[in-house]
């Protein structure tokens, strides 16, 4: 059977499945890709040494050496090429080295670039640790409030999104935003790991370049790190590649399997997320204690028109926030009292979290101006009645200790 799983009559969830299947040797073979471990690529001849060399040199996305990952490596790679309709796919060892290897690799000496200020805030990091040093200059920007256009200077090389972003779930409308970037000839890059490449489809919306955390729902299953790029055209990817080669950047192929064999079910495990996530999301915006919830497929959440138009679904983040007035240790007070979320940074495993979100983290966000903590949850797979009843406690917890406190 030959499957030509990048065929685009095929439906997604096919190509998903069947992208980076290995071919059949002698009229058999495995389902799975096997796991190709190596440092040394060996060759045959001196002159097969020299033709792959000279084919890598040409773009040729094969490895002359370990670093450069095996079949297991290129398996995956193929699959998020499919997923996300890119040219090719780049792995990195975690999802904040592949932001950095987009920055790195766009951006030099002088340049300028414009950041949605809603990003996950490690980026802020890699700004104030290495890219200032360098020269280089990130100006945090308001996607729904400000003026893209009146904020790009000639030194301007790039536009980094993230939607829906970090904590909060704003929304952009990344077709205008883009536009506005295309009109001026600057690359877009979006961190896609909350839509996994599944729910949202970046490049299609404009973007040029889609970012993963692939230890979120990519893997699954909180037992990976990983990042992946995918460009959408021959010239980026040749950008990439300089600087991921000049990087060293590599990713063990025990890692690349198991990512692949997490993207396999996303699909399925988000669609899961999304009906526990809802069920939970309707359910907080009837508690006394929560002033808001923040979830884009809520009719009522800010971001939902833009979310219904450009995604497919949504996660299982929810976040809220507590009533004005509430301090920060009433929201450690309610995370330290569940018993099914873990208390933990990083989500997309199958498993619930919990996690605080101080003011302070908050203040980047320009769309929120509460004083409250918000507190985000990662509803896991478990059942959705369990996880409310151990919401429901927690918040009971919380309001005994309001009330016992001295006035
Ligand atoms: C977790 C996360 C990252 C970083 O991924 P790591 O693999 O933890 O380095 C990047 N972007 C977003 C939106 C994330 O949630």
């Given at each position: 059977?030959?499957?030509?799983?990048?065929?685009?009559?095929?439906?997604?969830?096919?190509?998903?499945?069947?992208?980076?299947?290995?071919?059949?040797?002698?009229?058999?073979?495995?389902?799975?890709?096997?796991?190709?471990?190596?440092?040394?690529?060996?060759?045959?001849?001196?002159?097969?040494?020299?033709?792959?060399?000279?084919?890598?040199?040409?773009?040729?996305?094969?490895?002359?050496?370990?670093?450069?990952?095996?079949?297991?490596?290129?398996?995956?790679?193929?699959?998020?090429?499919?997923?996300?309709?890119?040219?090719?796919?780049?792995?990195?060892?975690?999802?904040?080295?592949?932001?950095?290897?987009?920055?790195?690799?766009?951006?030099?000496?002088?340049?300028?670039?414009?950041?949605?200020?809603?990003?996950?805030?490690?980026?802020?990091?890699?700004?104030?640790?290495?890219?200032?040093?360098?020269?280089?200059?990130?100006?945090?920007?308001?996607?729904?409030?400000?003026?893209?256009?009146?904020?790009?200077?000639?030194?301007?090389?790039?536009?980094?999104?993230?939607?829906?972003?970090?904590?909060?779930?704003?929304?952009?409308?990344?077709?205008?935003?883009?536009?506005?970037?295309?009109?001026?000839?600057?690359?877009?890059?979006?961190?896609?790991?909350?839509?996994?490449?599944?729910?949202?489809?970046?490049?299609?919306?404009?973007?040029?370049?889609?970012?993963?955390?692939?230890?979120?729902?990519?893997?699954?299953?909180?037992?990976?790190?990983?990042?992946?790029?995918?460009?959408?055209?021959?010239?980026?990817?040749?950008?990439?590649?300089?600087?991921?080669?000049?990087?060293?950047?590599?990713?063990?192929?025990?890692?690349?399997?198991?990512?692949?064999?997490?993207?396999?079910?996303?699909?399925?495990?988000?669609?899961?997320?999304?009906?526990?996530?809802?069920?939970?999301?309707?359910?907080?915006?009837?508690?006394?204690?929560?002033?808001?919830?923040?979830?884009?497929?809520?009719?009522?959440?800010?971001?939902?028109?833009?979310?219904?138009?450009?995604?497919?679904?949504?996660?299982?983040?929810?976040?809220?926030?507590?009533?004005?007035?509430?301090?920060?240790?009433?929201?450690?007070?309610?995370?330290?009292?569940?018993?099914?979320f873990g208390i933990g940074a990083s989500w997309g495993g199958y498993e619930s979290l919990a996690l605080v979100a101080s003011p302070d983290r908050l203040r980047e966000h320009s769309v929120w101006t509460g004083t409250q903590p918000v507190v985000r949850l990662h509803v896991g797979l478990e059942d959705p009645q369990d996880l409310i009843a151990d919401l429901q406690q927690a918040f009971a917890r919380v309001a005994q200790g309001v009330e016992l406190a001295p006035a």
């Amino acid at each position: 059977m030959s499957n030509d799983a990048s065929s685009s009559r095929l439906g997604r969830s096919t190509r998903l499945l069947h992208a980076g299947a290995p071919a059949l040797h002698g009229g058999s073979g495995p389902v799975n890709v096997p796991v190709v471990r190596t440092s040394t690529v060996r060759f045959e001849s001196s002159a097969a040494y020299a033709d792959l060399h000279h084919r890598r040199a040409a773009g040729e996305r094969l490895a002359t050496y370990g670093r450069h990952g095996l079949d297991t490596h290129r398996a995956l790679e193929d699959a998020v090429t499919a997923l996300e309709g890119g040219h090719r796919a780049f792995l990195t060892p975690s999802g904040l080295s592949a932001i950095t290897l987009v920055l790195v690799a766009l951006l030099s000496p002088g340049d300028h670039a414009l950041v949605a200020d809603s990003v996950y805030s490690p980026v802020r990091r890699v700004d104030d640790s290495l890219l200032q040093r360098l020269g280089i200059t990130l100006e945090y920007f308001s996607p729904s409030q400000d003026d893209l256009a009146a904020k790009i200077r000639p030194s301007t090389k790039l536009v980094y999104l993230e939607s829906p972003s970090s904590l909060l779930y704003e929304v952009l409308d990344l077709p205008a935003l883009a536009a506005v970037a295309r009109a001026h000839g600057i690359p877009v890059a979006t961190d896609n790991t909350w839509g996994a490449g599944w729910f949202y489809q970046p490049l299609a919306l404009g973007a040029n370049l889609s970012i993963h955390a692939a230890t979120k729902y990519i893997s699954g299953h909180s037992d990976v790190m990983q990042g992946i790029v995918v460009t959408d055209s021959a010239a980026l990817s040749a950008k990439i590649a300089t600087a991921h080669e000049a990087l060293g950047l590599t990713v063990g192929a025990d890692d690349a399997y198991l990512a692949l064999r997490g993207l396999r079910t996303l699909p399925v495990r988000l669609a899961q997320h999304q009906r526990h996530a809802t069920q939970v999301a309707e359910w907080l915006q009837g508690q006394p204690q929560v002033s808001r919830v923040f979830y884009p497929a809520l009719a009522s959440d800010p971001g939902h028109a833009l979310w219904q138009r450009d995604f497919s679904g949504a996660n299982g983040l929810v976040s809220f926030a507590f009533e004005e007035g509430v301090d920060v240790r009433a929201g450690e007070q309610f995370i330290d009292a569940l018993r099914f979320f873990g208390i933990g940074a990083s989500w997309g495993g199958y498993e619930s979290l919990a996690l605080v979100a101080s003011p302070d983290r908050l203040r980047e966000h320009s769309v929120w101006t509460g004083t409250q903590p918000v507190v985000r949850l990662h509803v896991g797979l478990e059942d959705p009645q369990d996880l409310i009843a151990d919401l429901q406690q927690a918040f009971a917890r919380v309001a005994q200790g309001v009330e016992l406190a001295p006035a």
